[in-house]
């Protein structure tokens, strides 16, 4: 297959781009507070954009429009529900998280949060929290990974296997340099590219003449929010999607970073404006590829977008939308590498093994756990059949079962206890896991609803055995107070 000039050199000038804010990120990251958290003076709407482009991924511009392609606008409910799901977050949780880490001796990690907040001297809470991260965190990243091989074999021509290993090498450049200032800064531009390229491909194919005539043509069942089809079960786990964002450690990190609580309302209006035209856009991308392509079907849904940007674009313009998707890759594996780094370093190495390492130490402690959690990531993405859909749709409900009610209950409950934390996260984590394997009826249901409701109770019950120690419910009073 002949690579197109312009695509190249396009594909070429955004990663360089990219890496050259992975070395002025590098020269700013001093110490390991700066590599984890970025000192927690990040902006608004650096931090706004840091949290989109991080949650929504590949699948935002492979997964939902192939989706979408498929089955219909049915599968916006997805999107209903992730709206939903981040609005709520940004408005109960992320001014709450940001004072309460800070308050808890400053915890740079969910997992130290967790430490601090329940004065667990013993350290199990911790190992829970970091050993459920890494192993969700993997198959998330390993999402990522087969979303950056299918685009580099696609447009490149490329086996899979070599796609996988060029398009990983690339991710973890710049997150090996520069920590999270380089992933904030990355992720602010990337979101800025991947909101254009959904907006600019639906437009272009609804625009043209021969278009208006084709939509009377497509059957009128993709075009509603509910058909035939539409199940009560299936209409929930669409919705449940939601749930997700209250467990999510890439995202509430973006929470605890930020310059000042007081500049959260503005930073959740303009991650809120990008959230909702970009999911308006990939679903638009989505009916225009059934459009387009009615008479020749994609063999892959997912490369719909990618099909329609080389299609209907001349190479240049083709080759900057195409590299929106690689944007949308790189902004949430960079981010779940980072925050595997951060786990790896806060809560294992300095935590059981070397209490006393200095912050160049664990600056390249962190910097090896990125490699490790990289190569193992990339190992399982790659069987060339594996869905970018699938794999991210088990590692939000894992992560949002686990540690969504924790949160939450961290947040909001005095009486919530230490083994009432344990409790939830060991049985959301479980049930996301065993249920994901039982077929049939009930089991239908998306992993993530069960999985917070069991965890919610589980937790609730245990701590109403096991109450809180003093200091605990003291410090909590302080923290409410602070509010």
Not at 51 to 60: C, F, I, K, T
Not at 67 to 73: D, K
Not at 159 to 182: C, K, M, N
């Amino acid at each position: 297959m002949t690579i197109e000039t312009p695509i190249l050199i396009t594909f070429v000038g955004y990663l360089v781009l990219m890496m050259g804010i992975g070395f002025w990120a590098y020269r700013a990251t001093d110490t390991v507070d700066d590599y984890i958290l970025g000192g927690r003076k990040m902006g608004p709407a650096v931090t706004a954009l840091s949290v989109g482009a991080s949650d929504m991924s590949g699948w935002l511009l492979l997964g939902l429009p192939g989706a979408v392609y498929l089955g219909g606008l049915g599968e916006a409910w997805i999107g209903i529900g992730l709206i939903f799901g981040a609005w709520l977050n940004w408005l109960f949780v992320a001014r709450r998280l940001r004072i309460y880490t800070q308050l808890a001796d400053n915890a740079l990690t969910l997992p130290d949060f967790f430490e601090k907040r329940f004065h667990d001297t013993q350290g199990y809470l911790k190992l829970v929290s970091a050993i459920t991260i890494l192993v969700f965190f993997t198959f998330y990243a390993s999402s990522g990974m087969v979303g950056g091989a299918i685009l580099f074999e696609k447009v490149f021509g490329l086996d899979y296997t070599v796609a996988l290993v060029i398009g990983s090498a690339i991710i973890v450049g710049y997150t090996f340099i520069g920590g999270f200032f380089a992933v904030c800064w990355t992720d602010f531009f990337q979101g800025c590219l991947m909101l254009v390229a959904l907006l600019i491909v639906p437009f272009a194919v609804f625009s043209h003449p021969e278009s208006h005539a084709g939509i009377e043509t497509i059957d009128p069942a993709m075009l509603a929010l509910v058909s035939d089809k539409t199940t009560v079960i299936g209409m929930l786990s669409l919705l449940a999607w939601g749930l997700g964002y209250f467990g999510q450690p890439h995202i509430l990190s973006r929470f605890m970073a930020i310059g000042s609580a007081d500049a959260l309302p503005l930073s959740r209006r303009i991650a809120m404006s990008w959230m909702v035209l970009s999911l308006i856009g990939a679903l638009a991308t989505g009916l225009a590829g059934s459009l387009y392509f009615a008479n020749a079907p994609l063999a892959n849904s997912e490369t719909v977008f990618i099909h329609l940007a080389q299609a209907a674009f001349n190479p240049w313009i083709g080759g900057l939308l195409i590299a929106a998707i690689l944007s949308a890759i790189m902004s949430t594996i960079d981010s779940q590498l980072l925050v595997c780094s951060s786990v790896i370093t806060e809560d294992f190495y300095r935590k059981w093994l070397r209490p006393q390492a200095d912050d160049r130490e664990l600056m390249m402690v962190g910097r090896m756990g990125v490699l490790a959690i990289a190569v193992i990531a990339g190992i399982i993405a790659l069987n060339p059949e594996s869905s970018v859909l699938s794999l991210v749709s088990y590692a939000w409900a894992g992560f949002g079962a686990a540690f969504g009610p924790v949160v939450l209950l961290s947040l909001f409950w005095k009486q919530y206890s230490r083994n009432g934390a344990i409790a939830t996260i060991i049985v959301g984590a479980l049930t996301v896991v065993i249920w994901k394997q039982l077929t049939g009826g009930i089991f239908e249901l998306y992993e993530i609803l069960p999985g917070f409701v069991f965890a919610t109770f589980a937790g609730i019950l245990v701590s109403k055995l096991s109450a809180p120690s003093e200091n605990v419910t003291t410090e909590f009073e302080q923290f409410k107070s602070s509010l």
